[in-house]
């Protein structure tokens, strides 16, 4: 130590340290200033635009004109390429050079056609190492191309993050030359860095703060920043304060790089493509220099994108993944929403994305990771068991605007009881920058202290790409084990898990879903995407079912494997977490609505095709006109509903038709419904329809007044309310505007009730009685609806009609009911949970807008009554009242979101008895699966009806047919235990089965699990919630 006194001034010594380190302050005489030696402009630069994103083989053929520093370039969303010649001066023998370039569009840099290095400014990446020590054997002229993006890390938001992308803006060239880097300098200032650091987060009342004080301050004195020779004594102080160690106790961080892009957001898919490069051919070179250095890798679309565009990377990526350092991990598609994805599309999640890494990689993950998504479902659980993961991690949770998360490290517990080792770093983020904050918050916000001591650090820059830096691994490198901060090691998550599971005797478990308290108005925002995600999951699911079924009876015929799969992975990749909740830019949702178009059209043809060769197979030949029409019904069910016939012109011709469980039947003539439907209008104005299950009272403005069940004379509606009351709220959120509805919302409730066209008859009754009328929302937007109900149907629909023209409002449609419940029953994937319709604690009221799926339900003893939609995702329930959100029109980060047309239907199910009994569950998926006319050529006479599948019990729904993945003569059957009981029964199927095995949701067999084929079926039991799947071999 100086032998001169250090007077006591905490303050002066810290601020001398920092100044030392400052790269504002005082740079012509601290460290900070020598960071780089002398410099050189390029040789030459020269630039060409293209508003496209071409490959490389193609830039380098363009003609590039010259271009300076300072140039600027645009619009947003082109890319400027740069043609850069470089000589190195021959005087910088042994030093470190760097290509240097700053600006604020996105960077990539190609050498000799390959992409070496991305270069992004906010990512703290803005230099290219062109060698560590310069030698006269190395080329020192060289040609490099900058493929440069015209888009920043986070897009193009005009003014703030999240507003709409300028479509106008310019990008510039700040700066390109080459330097002489001071890697001593660089060293150093790391060290200065984390004692600085120490000294402030330690604070006043910390020993060791004050050792790294006298640490950094007697740095300061020995440094002569003009004698590079001097630095060596600094280091040699810092290195025996780094050096001093913890005891055995201390709790350990398991830093993995990572870099979390999102697969679109604030800038397209295509865009997402380039950004995995830039981020992982960085991460690469990092590898390269830092054995030890694993990162993280998650979302298989993104590998496969690289796979495709960037081959060259794609096959180092891999040899770094063999050598354990490029760690894949998810096990799914891409990222998706937590919550909105049905069941199916969750396991297809898994399925294609296992199966990637398992094909590319060798191994299939062992952890979920989900870090950015806004909830996760109660039913994850089960699913991942089944995908063959039992960890997870995810931190979106600390976001929770009300409560706080009470675990770290727990066990989560799913609808079914499956459990899932769980950790949620710390440090709240999954970008940290290996910062003493980031590995000191590690342990102080570690909510499971004593019981869990392992926790992880995902350090590199996120959402935007980027990924960790150098500098973020000199940090760690530094403080592996420093008295004072946790031991750091690098890890993949494999050893952070099985630290953590070494060690969980202690642990919570946690039971049900992982809600998250804000973003709840991503559940409706966006409607046309969760309309196309609906129907989109629908169609696929009868395309399976039909072909399966068209295999069965012919092994010849060929099962369109390769279009499903191209078409599920459309579908999967709209469930991305920022797409499917509708809080991406406007080109997003072009592109995702371009998506579901595709799935809709090629699905609609392959949905014919199929169709036409199961019907040959059934020996059934091409009819003639006049020839009639075919009911296909892909739900495990016999229905018995009203059909629209094509053909008829002016006068929809009606049928009431009975179809088998996944079955056909012929539509020769109507069957006479035992009770027709009656329509009556009162004096007043009113209509009154009813089926025999339902008499339904509406009033002029097309409000509810009564909906009866006849039989037990039970009304839902609550006493002097109205059900089908469209409410209007205003909408404006503190900052997230397409992803949040904030709680005082609801305080600026305005019922809609400006009639534009009263109530009318559309169809008098027989097999339908329905009426129509339209409401004025406001002077632009306007709702039209028709009221139907049909023959023998125990709901009532509300096909609906909006044109939407609002800023910052929120459309719902509220039913006050004759029903008293402190819980109501929401849908989700193969299965349904309870929540609360109070606010009794703050949990409560943080769930004021919730997420479900087909159905929602309130229920008291013995009577309830179901809210059913085709399109929708958000609900609330308080006290009595059960409803619906419809639209939302937020404008960031789509300026345009949802202005325009909408068509969607809802349905009211009044029922005795449970919902489970009433069928509650099988209807909402009537409503979803419309029972489909085949094709008109098709059709031909048939002798009866033909059924493939049926289920003795009617809590457990056979979801899923499809040809199995590895085994062209196998049908894959997944099934699940609807109502929460434990339950038995017979599967029957007219198929030709030869043999049965239990197999898990990948699809593999368990030889010691056969499932024996008797006369009577395939015997099965299920417990609460259980999925079980079947891997058919057909004979
Ligand atoms: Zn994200």
């Given at each position: 130590?100086?032998?001169?006194?250090?007077i006591?001034?905490?303050?002066?010594?810290?601020?001398?340290?920092?100044?030392?380190?400052?790269?504002?302050?005082?740079?012509?005489?601290?460290?900070?200033g020598?960071?780089?030696?002398?410099?050189?402009?390029?040789e030459?630069?020269?630039?060409?635009?293209?508003?496209k994103?071409?490959?490389?083989?193609?830039?380098?053929?363009?003609?590039?004109q010259?271009?300076?520093?300072?140039?600027?370039f645009?619009?947003?969303?082109?890319?400027c390429?740069f043609?850069?010649?470089?000589?190195?001066p021959?005087?910088?023998?042994?030093?470190?050079v760097?290509?240097?370039?700053e600006?604020?569009?996105e960077?990539?840099?190609?050498?000799?056609?390959?992409?070496?290095?991305?270069l992004?400014?906010?990512?703290q990446?803005?230099?290219?190492?062109?060698?560590e020590s310069?030698?006269?054997?190395?080329?020192?002229?060289?040609?490099?191309?900058?493929e440069?993006?015209?888009?920043?890390?986070f897009?193009?938001?005009?003014?703030?993050?999240?507003?709409?992308?300028?479509?106008?803006?310019?990008?510039?060239?700040?700066?390109?030359?080459?330097?002489?880097?001071?890697r001593?300098?660089?060293e150093?200032?790391v060290?200065?860095?984390?004692?600085?650091?120490?000294?402030?987060?330690?604070?006043?009342?910390d020993q060791?703060?004050?050792?790294a004080?006298?640490?950094a301050?007697?740095?300061?004195?020995?440094c002569?920043?003009?004698?590079?020779?001097?630095f060596?004594?600094?280091?040699?102080?810092?290195k025996?304060?780094?050096?001093?160690?913890?005891?055995?106790?201390?709790?350990?961080?398991?830093?993995m790089?990572?870099?979390?892009?999102?697969?679109?957001w604030?800038?397209?898919?295509?865009?997402?493509?380039?950004?995995?490069?830039?981020?992982?051919?960085?991460?690469i070179?990092?590898?390269?220099?830092?054995a030890?250095?694993?990162?993280?890798?998650?979302?298989?679309?993104?590998?496969?994108?690289?796979?495709?565009?960037?081959?060259?990377?794609y096959?180092q990526?891999q040899?770094?993944?063999?050598?354990?350092?490029?760690?894949?991990?998810?096990?799914?598609?891409?990222?998706?929403?937590?919550?909105?994805?049905?069941g199916?599309?969750?396991?297809?999640?898994?399925?294609?994305g296992?199966?990637f890494?398992?094909?590319?990689?060798?191994?299939?993950?062992t952890?979920?990771w989900l870090?950015?998504?806004?909830?996760?479902?109660?039913?994850?659980?089960?699913?991942m068991?089944g995908?063959?993961?039992?960890?997870?991690?995810?931190?979106?949770?600390?976001?929770?605007?009300?409560n706080?998360?009470?675990?770290?490290?727990?066990?989560?517990?799913?609808?079914?009881?499956?459990?899932?080792?769980?950790h949620?770093?710390?440090?709240?983020?999954?970008?940290m920058?290996?910062?003493?904050?980031?590995?000191?918050n590690?342990?102080?916000?570690?909510?499971?202290?004593?019981r869990?001591?392992?926790s992880?650090v995902?350090?590199?820059?996120?959402?935007?790409?980027?990924?960790?830096t150098?500098?973020?691994?000199?940090?760690?490198?530094?403080?592996?084990?420093?008295d004072?901060?946790?031991?750091?090691?690098?890890?993949?998550p494999?050893?952070?898990?099985?630290?953590?599971?070494?060690?969980?005797?202690l642990l919570?478990?946690?039971?049900?879903?992982?809600?998250?308290?804000?973003?709840?108005g991503?559940?409706?925002?966006?409607a046309?995407?969760?309309?196309?995600?609906r129907?989109?999951e629908?169609?696929?699911?009868?395309?399976?079912?039909?072909?399966?079924?068209a295999?069965?009876?012919?092994?010849?015929?060929?099962?369109?494997?390769?279009?499903?799969?191209?078409?599920?992975?459309?579908?999967?990749?709209?469930?991305?977490?920022?797409?499917?909740?509708?809080t991406?830019?406007?080109?997003?949702?072009?592109?995702?609505?371009?998506?579901?178009?595709?799935?809709?059209?090629?699905?609609a043809?392959?949905?014919?095709?199929?169709?036409r060769?199961?019907?040959?197979?059934k020996?059934?030949h091409e009819?003639?006109?006049?020839?009639?029409?075919?009911?296909?019904?892909?739900?495990?069910w016999e229905?018995?509903?009203?059909?629209?016939?094509?053909?008829?012109?002016?006068e929809?011709?009606?049928?009431?038709?009975?179809?088998?469980?996944?079955?056909?039947a012929?539509?020769?003539?109507?069957?006479?419904?035992?009770?027709?439907?009656?329509v009556?209008t009162?004096?007043?104005?009113?209509?009154?329809?009813e089926?025999?299950?339902?008499?339904?009272?509406?009033?002029?403005?097309?409000?509810?007044?009564s909906?009866?069940?006849?039989?037990?004379n039970?009304?839902?509606?609550?006493?002097?309310?109205?059900?089908?009351?469209?409410?209007?709220f205003?909408?404006v959120?503190?900052?997230?505007?397409?992803?949040?509805?904030?709680?005082?919302?609801?305080?600026?409730?305005?019922?809609?009730?400006?009639?534009i066209?009263?109530v009318?008859?559309?169809?008098?009754?027989?097999?339908?009685?329905?009426?129509?009328?339209?409401?004025?929302i406001?002077?632009?937007?306007?709702?039209?609806?028709?009221?139907?109900?049909?023959?023998?149907?125990?709901?009532?629909?509300?096909?609906?009609?909006?044109?939407?023209?609002?800023?910052?409002?929120f459309l719902?449609?509220e039913?006050?009911?004759?029903?008293r419940s402190?819980?109501?029953?929401?849908?989700i994937?193969?299965?349904?949970?309870?929540?609360?319709?109070?606010?009794?604690?703050?949990?409560?009221?943080?769930?004021?807008?919730?997420?479900?799926?087909?159905?929602?339900?309130?229920?008291?003893?013995?009577?309830?009554?179901?809210?059913?939609n085709d399109?929708?995702?958000g609900?609330?329930?308080?006290?009595?009242?059960l409803?619906?959100?419809?639209?939302?029109a937020?404008?960031s980060?789509?300026?345009?979101?949802?202005?325009?047309?909408?068509?969607?239907?809802?349905?009211?199910?009044?029922?005795?008895?449970?919902?489970q009994e009433?069928?509650?569950?099988?209807?909402?998926?009537?409503?979803?699966?419309p029972?489909?006319?085949?094709?008109k050529?098709t059709?031909?006479?048939?002798?009866g009806s033909?059924?493939?599948?049926?289920?003795?019990s009617s809590?457990?729904?056979?979801?899923?047919?499809?040809?199995?993945?590895d085994?062209?003569?196998?049908?894959?059957?997944?099934?699940?235990?609807?109502?929460?009981?434990?339950?038995?029964?017979m599967?029957?199927?007219?198929?030709?089965?030869?043999?049965?095995?239990?197999?898990?949701?990948?699809?593999?067999p368990?030889?010691?699990?056969p499932?024996p084929?008797?006369?009577?079926?395939?015997?099965?039991?299920?417990?609460?919630?259980?999925?079980?799947?079947?891997?058919?071999i057909?004979k």
């Open positions: 130590m100086s032998h001169y006194q250090v006591k001034n905490r303050r002066t010594l810290l601020e001398r340290a920092e100044k030392f380190i400052s790269d504002v302050y005082f740079t012509d005489c601290n460290l900070r020598r960071l780089y030696g002398s410099s050189c402009p390029v030459s630069l020269s630039s060409f635009l293209t508003p994103r071409i490959p490389f083989s193609e830039a380098e053929k363009q003609t590039f010259l271009a300076k520093v300072g140039d600027s645009g619009p947003t969303w082109w890319t390429w043609k850069v010649s470089l000589c190195i021959e005087a910088w023998k042994g030093k470190e760097h290509f240097l370039w600006s604020d569009g960077g990539m840099v190609w050498r000799d056609g390959q992409p070496v290095q991305g992004t400014k906010e990512g990446k803005t230099s290219y190492v062109l060698t310069l030698t006269d054997e190395e080329p020192h002229s060289l040609c490099l191309y900058v440069l993006a015209c888009n920043g890390l897009g193009a938001g005009q003014g703030s993050m999240i507003a709409p992308p300028d479509p106008d803006r310019k990008y510039s060239l700040q700066r390109a030359e080459l330097v002489v880097f001071n001593g300098v660089d150093l200032l060290d200065f860095e984390m004692l600085v650091d120490i000294v402030k987060l330690l604070g006043e009342n060791r703060g004050f050792q004080l006298f640490t301050n007697e740095m300061v004195n020995v002569d920043v003009t004698n590079p020779n001097s060596l004594a600094a280091r040699k102080l810092a025996k304060f780094f050096s001093q160690k913890n005891g055995e106790s201390q709790h350990v961080v398991h830093a790089g990572h870099c979390h892009i999102d697969t679109a604030l800038w397209p898919y295509e865009e997402t493509i380039r950004k995995c490069a830039r981020s992982w051919v960085t991460a070179r990092l590898m390269e220099k830092n030890d250095f694993i990162f993280t890798c998650s979302q298989a679309q993104q590998l496969e994108w690289v796979k495709q565009w960037y081959p060259g990377l096959s990526i040899h770094f993944a063999s050598r354990g350092q490029f760690v894949p991990v998810g096990g799914t598609w891409v990222e998706m929403d937590g919550n909105l994805p049905s199916e599309s969750m396991v297809r999640q898994f399925l294609e296992q199966r890494f398992h094909k590319e990689f060798g191994r299939y993950c952890e979920f870090p950015d998504t806004f909830g996760y479902s109660a039913q994850l659980p089960q699913i068991q995908c063959g993961i039992t960890r997870f991690l995810t931190q979106k949770l600390s976001w929770n605007l009300i706080k998360f009470p675990h770290s490290t727990f066990f989560w517990e799913g609808l079914d009881g499956s459990q899932v080792l769980t949620f770093p710390p440090g709240d983020s999954y970008e920058k290996c910062k003493v904050e980031d590995l000191l590690s342990v102080r916000n570690n909510k499971d202290k004593g869990a001591n392992h992880a995902l350090f590199g820059y996120g959402d935007g790409g980027g990924g960790p150098q500098r973020m691994l000199q940090r760690l490198e530094r403080v592996r084990d420093t004072g901060l946790p031991r750091v090691q690098m890890s993949s494999d050893q952070l898990f099985s630290a953590l599971e070494a060690d969980s005797t919570c478990t946690w039971t049900g879903e992982l809600f998250l308290e804000l973003h709840n991503s559940y409706t925002t966006q046309q995407i969760k309309k196309g995600n129907q989109c629908t169609l696929l699911h009868d395309i399976e079912v039909v072909s399966s079924l295999l069965s009876r012919n092994p010849s015929f060929q099962y369109p494997a390769d279009w499903l799969h191209k078409l599920w992975r459309l579908l999967l990749l709209n469930q991305f977490h920022d797409v499917i909740p509708g991406c830019i406007e080109m997003v949702v072009q592109d995702a609505l371009k998506y579901y178009q595709e799935i809709r059209s090629a699905g043809e392959l949905l014919q095709e199929v169709c060769s199961l019907l040959a197979e020996g059934v009819g003639k006109e006049g020839s009639p029409s075919l009911a296909l019904n892909t739900l495990p229905r018995s509903e009203v059909i629209q016939l094509p053909g008829g012109a002016a929809p011709t009606l049928a009431l038709v009975k179809v088998p469980s996944v079955g056909i012929a539509v020769t003539e109507s069957i006479e419904p035992d009770c027709p439907v009656s009556s009162q004096a007043d104005g009113t209509v009154v329809m089926n025999g299950i339902l008499r339904v009272t509406v009033d002029k403005a097309g409000r509810v007044a909906i009866c069940l006849v039989n037990s039970r009304e839902a509606i609550a006493g002097g309310c109205f059900g089908n009351q469209f409410v209007m205003d909408d959120p503190l900052y997230w505007d397409a992803w949040d509805v904030m709680d005082y919302h609801l305080q600026t409730r305005k019922p809609v009730s400006g009639v066209h009263p009318e008859v559309v169809h008098s009754g027989g097999l339908r009685g329905s009426v129509k009328f339209s409401l004025r406001s002077e632009k937007s306007s709702i039209s609806q028709e009221l139907v109900l049909d023959a023998r149907c125990p709901y009532v629909k509300f096909h609906t009609e909006v044109d939407w023209q609002e800023s910052h409002k719902k449609v039913f006050p009911l004759r029903v402190p819980n109501a029953t929401y849908e994937q193969f299965g349904h949970l309870q929540r609360p319709t109070h606010w009794n604690t703050s949990w409560d009221w943080a769930r004021f807008e919730v997420w479900g799926h087909k159905w929602a339900d309130l229920s008291e003893h013995g009577f309830g009554v179901a809210l059913l399109c929708k995702y609900y609330s329930v308080l006290r009595n009242t409803t619906l959100s419809l639209l939302r937020p404008k980060p789509d300026a345009t979101a949802d202005m325009g047309q909408h068509q969607f239907t809802y349905a009211v199910m009044p029922h005795t008895g449970s919902f009433a069928a509650v569950i099988q209807n909402a998926y009537n409503l979803n699966f029972l489909r006319l085949l094709p050529e059709g031909s006479p048939q002798t033909w059924s493939a599948f049926s289920l003795s809590a457990i729904i056979l979801e899923t047919i499809k040809q199995a993945e085994r062209k003569d196998a049908l894959v059957l997944r099934m699940f235990e609807s109502h929460g009981s434990s339950a038995s029964a599967l029957c199927s007219a198929l030709p089965l030869k043999e049965a095995l239990f197999c898990d949701l990948l699809e593999r368990d030889a010691t699990h499932a084929i008797t006369a009577s079926g395939i015997s099965l039991t299920f417990t609460p919630f259980q999925i079980v799947s079947l891997l058919v057909l």
